[in-house]
Structure formats: C-alpha cells, structure tokens
C-alpha cells in the first residue's frame, strides 16, 4: 500500500513537471513569433526651406521620430541639438522634411573669423570658386541648381595658321615687280600687294596639260572638337549673391534669368576655367547624380569621330534633290528663348 502511494505521487510530480514544461514551451515560442516592437531615435529635419549658407537657428528644425536600424551615424539626433546649432550654416540648399546630416552642414566659425562672407566657409580647403558666364542650354534647362553636381564639357574651334604670322591661312600672295640694278649697290627690288588674293597652288589640268593657279572660294572653316573638362564639379551658387539683406529682398521678390554660375573647383581647374571664358569656348554643364562619385573616360567628339563611332554614310551625290534646297540646319523657335525666369 505504501509502494502505491509513492508511485502516485512520483507520477503526480512527472504530470506537473511536464505540464511546467509545455507551459515554459510555448511561451518561448509565442515570444519568439510575435515581432519585437522596433526601437526609434528622434532625428532632427529642416522645418522649412534653408538656403545655401544660411544660418542654422532652432527655429528652422524640427524633429522625427526614425527605427533605430534606419538611423545613420551622421544624422543629428535629439542628443546633439548642441553641436547642431554652435554656428552651424547650410552648406547646400536644404527642402523642408530633408533629415539634417554632418555633410549638410558647416562651420561658420572659419569665415566668420576672417571677416570674409559667410559662404566662403562652404568651400573645401584646397578648393576655390569661380563664376563663370551661363544660359538655359548650359544649365540643362534650369535643372541645375544650388548645390548641383555637374560634370563640364567644352567645344572649341581649331583653325591652321601661319607660325610666323600666327593668321590664318592661306596667306595673302604678293607680286614682286620692277626689279633692277644701281651701280655700286645691291638689286633693286619693288613690291606691290595684289588685290585681296589668297595664297594658291599651281595644279595641272589633265586634259589639257596646262597649269592653273587654284585658289580658296572661302575662308578657311574652322574644325570642331567637343570634350568632358570636369567631372562631378560642386555648384556653390546660380546666379548673383546678395549684397545684403535688402538686396537678397530685392532678388527674392522677382529676379532675372541668371547668366552666371559659381563653381567650387581645384586652383587648376580655376585657371582652365578663365582661359575656357576669354577663349569664348562654348561650355555645357550636365547634371549628374550627386551620390554618383565615379568618373568616366570619354572619347573627344570630331566630325571623324561622329563618322565613325555612328556609323554615319557620306550622302552620295545622286542626280535629283529635296526641295526647297537646304543650305543650313536651323533650330525650331521655342516660346520660352525669350528671356523666362525659372521657377523658385
């Protein structure tokens, strides 16, 4: 009777040990399916438009809430209102919602203290800027703003000239006429100039052996080369910077299309750059993404080049013609040449 008794407890205690144990079991399991609520850190956003150089104050921020995995180091958190706003400035142009970051900002402290404007201090030591002259067509159609990457292209025109006369060729021919001999001298010679007659060269005919002066109808045409200069060139400014507070009014309220855009470039690239304007080389700018840090090997662009690279014929000369006859390739007039402002 008393063996009875003990066995029955020992299976009461196995009962409840297993039951402890299918409890403790799928409480692990329903933990472990039910997702962790995630963490969030509060990060610190542009509350309204800030420009290019402006001065970060609190009242321009403000704050949201981000999963604590999508959170990167260099976002400004609740914890670094401090460093945010100890004479910080925008170093791009930053949209309302944009989550402020260590790149988006700089230290004003540098230009400041040098009693300079306060944009100087959003170029990089060892870099420099340079405004340069620019249109519609150069700015991608206005696509091209503050704080745009681009890379730069630059078309020139090649011509041959004289080494000596550094002018163009052909050279003008002259006659040599009169000569003669004074006693006791050397020869006399006279010269007249022709009549606006470029220099030639004699050919031979081959029907009728005879030889004839063959001489330019035109000037000489210039040959076109067109090349990528720069790659990911950092805009600092479109158009004109304000004066002062009353003049950067003036220009908020309606300002002109601009015709000007500064560069943040390598001293170098500076010098390249001023000769490129008085050459009155023709400068394109492209947009680019600004994450896009690669740089690319291009190829110049000639007319041999074109032939070839596009497979392009030479039309041959056949016995009829389109009509009218085409002497020039000319541009459709678009309504907005004349003179738009972009959009703010």
């Given at each position: 009777m008393?063996?009875?008794r003990?066995?029955?407890?020992v ?8 039951a402890?144990?299918i409890f403790?079991?799928?409480q692990?399991l329903?933990q ?5 609520e995630?963490?969030?850190v509060?990060?610190y956003?542009?509350g ?13 921020l403000?704050?949201a ?8 180091d260099?976002?400004?958190?609740t914890g670094?209102?401090?460093?945010l ?5 925008a170093?791009?142009?930053?949209d309302?919602g944009?989550?402020?970051?260590s790149?988006d900002v ?6 400041v ?6 944009w ?7 870099m420099t800027?340079?405004s ?7 700015l ?16 020139f025109?090649?011509v041959?000239?004289?080494p000596?006369?550094?002018?163009v ?6 006659l ?6 004074v006693?006791d001298?050397?020869p ?7 009549a606006g ?12 052996q ?20 720069l790659?990911d060139?950092?805009?600092?400014k ?5 004066l002062?507070s009353?003049?950067a009014a003036t220009q908020?309220?309606?300002?002109p ?11 170098q690239d ?7 304007v008085?050459a009155n080389?023709?400068i ?5 993404n ?8 291009t190829?110049?662009s ?12 030479i039309?041959a000369?056949?016995?009829?013609a ?6 020039a390739l ?7 040449d004349?003179?738009?402002v972009?959009?703010q």
């Open positions: 008393r063996r009875g003990i066995l029955i407890f299976l009461l205690i196995i009962i409840i040990g297993l402890v144990v403790a079991v799928r692990f329903l472990a399916s039910q997702p962790e995630p963490a969030f509060t990060v956003i542009a309204q438009n800030i420009s290019q150089g402006e001065r970060i104050t609190e009242s321009m403000a704050t809430s981000l999963p604590q995995d999508v959170v990167l260099v976002y400004f958190t670094e209102k401090g460093e706003l100890n004479n910080k400035i170093r791009y142009p930053l309302q944009h989550i402020i970051g790149a700089q230290d004003a402290s540098q230009a203290a040098i009693g300079g404007p306060e100087a201090a959003l170029i990089p030591p060892g800027a340079i340069i002259p620019t249109t519609r067509l150069s991608t159609g206005y696509g091209i703003n503050d704080g745009a990457h681009v890379n730069i292209n630059g078309c025109l090649f041959d000239v004289d000596s006369f550094q002018s060729l052909p050279n003008n021919a002259s040599l006429t009169g000569t003669g001999f006693a001298s050397l006399v010679l006279s010269m007249t100039v022709s007659g470029p220099q030639g060269r004699l050919e031979l005919d081959p029907s009728l005879q030889p004839y002066l063959l001489t330019p109808s035109e000037v000489q045409r210039p040959r076109m080369v067109c090349q990528m200069l790659q060139v950092v805009v600092m479109l158009g004109n910077f304000p002062n009353a003049a908020a309220q309606g300002q299309a601009p015709d000007i855009v500064t560069l943040i470039v390598s001293p500076s010098v390249t750059l001023s000769y490129l008085y080389a023709q394109i700018m492209t947009l680019r600004p994450g896009d840090q690669a740089r690319q090997a190829e110049a000639t007319l041999q080049f074109l032939l070839s690279q596009y497979n392009i014929p039309p000369k056949l016995p009829y389109m009509q009218p006859s085409i002497g000319t541009a459709p007039s678009l309504s907005n004349a003179g738009t972009p959009a």
